[in-house]
């Protein structure tokens, strides 16, 4: 009875309101329009019509739908005067009065020319930062980076990226979920700078892909933690323990003799792991003393190579059909990870806080304490930038002072003739 007054009250309210244009009125054509209130909407459980329209905001009203959920929902037409309904909620679940001011915001973005359910709709298709990372690896990490960065960058993203900001639309990523995910690193200051450097190339590349506003990349603005650079070099004495200690190994007979040979070969060239464990014998130029290096982290380059490096090498044997210089232990392949070998060995030496890459920079420091120039230690070393050169430079100050005295003990000996000897340096 309450339903039938209520239906026969609309009926009355809506030939009293007729819309006042003809595209209105095909719009709410055999349906009922009403200023709908609380009273209304609580009473229109069902109805023999698929809409109630509100006539306080043109479009807007409830769907009845076919399963018993009844839905808010703003329906106009787009620029290119189509019908376009966006679904707004619930209801029930959002109030009447939230309802009309979504409805509300809704009309005035179709009054500024746009569109909100084309807006949903492209919101549907975003991708999401997990899509994003695929299309990553695809168009750039398998093509544009070496194997080295490449394992890192997966390594960030499915250790720490994605976990927390995967499921995220990509245009949903803020500045405040980056810096919140770099903050949760903190207890790791190094991996944490490392990641945010993931997420700034693959949102600035999400901007070139048209998947982000231009100028947008979430990473922006926020402060790297400092990093202490750890070196550690081996002193002369150090030096000759693993010396021994190799020797010893190979005596025994037990561990593989390329890695004993790695080690040796890192140790006597200041090269890089990589380059060391991807070396190819067609690389090794021994009329020259060169390792030609077609791939390394700062481009193709040259090492020069002493005797020692040479007789190293010339004690490997080649072994048919395999271009390695470090075998590994399936036909054709290299020797691939040297982590357990080297902490046998420096447990062994004794030297339990020794990495492997501060054989390069022991090899680095014992060229400068020679008094070889930061620029020919950059050039062996292969260092992209004097930056990366500069840290060397306090252990040549002792050389470089002693060659500056000579140079003015020799400028003051012929200032007095040769008759005088110069003052000694204190």
């Given at each position: 009875?309450?339903?039938?007054?209520?239906?026969?009250?609309?009926?009355?309210?809506?030939?009293?309101?007729?819309?006042?244009?003809?595209?209105?009125?095909?719009?709410?054509?055999?349906?009922?329009?009403?200023?709908?209130?609380?009273?209304?909407?609580?009473?229109?459980?069902?109805?023999?019509?698929?809409?109630?329209?509100?006539?306080?905001?043109?479009?807007?009203?409830?769907?009845?739908?076919?399963?018993?959920?009844?839905?808010?929902?703003?329906?106009?037409?787009?620029?290119?005067?189509?019908w376009r309904q966006l679904k707004i909620g619930e209801v029930g679940v959002l109030t009447l009065a939230l309802a009309r001011e979504q409805a509300r915001s809704a009309a005035a973005k179709v009054q500024m020319g746009g569109s909100p359910a084309a807006d949903r709709d492209a919101k549907r298709r975003a991708l999401t930062v997990r899509q994003l990372a695929e299309i990553f690896d695809d168009r750039h990490v398998a093509l544009w980076v070496k194997p080295s960065t490449a394992a890192e960058y997966r390594r960030s993203l499915n250790s720490y990226i994605l976990p927390v900001i995967g499921s995220k639309r990509v245009d949903e990523v803020t500045r405040q979920d980056i810096a919140r995910l770099h903050r949760d690193l903190g207890h790791k200051p190094t991996q944490a700078n490392r990641t945010i450097e993931v997420v700034s190339k693959m949102f600035g590349l999400a901007e070139e892909w048209g998947h982000r506003p231009e100028g947008t990349n979430p990473r922006k603005g926020i402060r790297k933690y400092p990093e202490k650079k750890r070196e550690r070099f081996l002193s002369a004495a150090e030096l000759s323990r693993v010396g021994e200690v190799l020797a010893e190994m190979t005596a025994e007979r037990v561990e593989m003799p390329s890695a004993i040979a790695a080690v040796r070969l890192l140790m006597l060239t200041g090269c890089r792991l990589n380059e060391i464990m991807t070396l190819q014998w067609g690389y090794v130029d021994f009329k020259l003393g060169l390792l030609r290096l077609p791939d390394s982290k700062t481009g193709a380059k040259d090492v020069p190579v002493g005797d020692p490096v040479l007789a190293v090498l010339?004690?490997?044997?080649?072994?048919?059909?395999?271009?390695?210089?470090?075998?590994?232990?399936?036909?054709?392949?290299?020797?691939?990870?040297?982590?357990?070998?080297?902490?046998?060995?420096?447990?062994?030496?004794?030297?339990?806080?020794?990495?492997?890459?501060?054989?390069?920079?022991?090899?680095?420091?014992?060229?400068?304490?020679?008094?070889?120039?930061?620029?020919?230690?950059?050039?062996?070393?292969?260092?992209?930038?004097?930056?990366?050169?500069?840290?060397?430079?306090?252990?040549?100050?002792?050389?470089?002072?002693?060659?500056?005295?000579?140079?003015?003990?020799?400028?003051?000996?012929?200032?007095?003739?040769?008759?005088?000897?110069?003052?000694?340096?204190?």
């Open positions: 009875m309450m339903f039938s007054r209520l239906r026969a009250f609309t009926l009355h309210l809506a030939s009293q309101v007729l819309p006042e244009n003809g595209s209105e009125t095909a719009q709410v054509s055999g349906d009922i329009m009403a200023k709908l209130t609380k009273t209304i909407v609580e009473a229109a459980t069902t109805h023999a019509k698929e809409f109630l329209w509100d006539d306080e905001v043109r479009g807007f009203g409830i769907r009845f739908l076919t399963s018993g959920r009844r839905v808010w929902v703003y329906r106009y037409r787009d620029q290119s005067n189509r010339r004690e490997i044997p080649q072994v048919d059909g395999n271009p390695w210089v470090l075998t590994g232990k399936l036909p054709g392949g290299r020797l691939t990870d040297l982590q357990p070998f080297w902490r046998r060995v420096r447990e062994r030496a004794g030297l339990k806080d020794a990495r492997i890459h501060d054989l390069r920079h022991t090899f680095a420091s014992v060229a400068a304490a020679s008094g070889m120039s930061l620029l020919v230690i950059g050039k062996i070393l292969g260092h992209a930038s004097e930056q990366s050169t500069k840290r060397y430079a306090h252990l040549a100050r002792g050389t470089v002072r002693e060659a500056a005295g000579d140079v003015s003990a020799s400028i003051f000996r012929s200032m007095a003739g040769a008759t005088v000897d110069a003052p000694a340096l204190s």
